[in-house]
Nanobody, 113 residues
């Protein structure tokens, strides 16, 4: 599975961004898709995951601000991010799980104060 993420950029605190990640290849075998992020000098952390059945899970700090969704017809997962904070600044990585774990190239989100 190959993943192509897009939608990152610079936004002011309180603003919104929408990330997209399109999957290609053996997409029929994808069970879970989602997003992780890695801030400078920090470990990669979970943002949100969504199953093929549409069940979503979020990291506690993202609940209520971020929404993950999935368009199975387009093999695409989205992350709607609202009320962004400077601490949300990170490289956001798309993720897909089959019998293997696949990662996208990452898209940078910068939130200015």
């Amino acid at each position: 599975v190959q993943l192509q993420a897009s939608g990152g950029g610079l936004v002011q605190a309180g603003g919104s961004l929408r990330l997209s990640c399109a999957a290609s290849g053996r997409v029929f075998s994808i069970n879970v898709m989602g997003w992780y992020r890695q801030a400078p000098e920090k470990q990669r952390e979970l943002v949100a995951l969504i199953t093929s059945g549409g069940n979503a899970n979020y990291a506690d700090s993202m609940k209520g601000r971020f929404t993950i969704s999935r368009d199975s017809a387009k093999n695409t997962v989205y992350l709607e991010m609202n009320s962004l904070k400077p601490e949300d600044t990170a490289v956001y990585y798309c993720y897909a799980e089959t019998v293997y774990r696949s990662w996208g190239q990452g898209t940078l989100v910068t939130v200015s104060s």
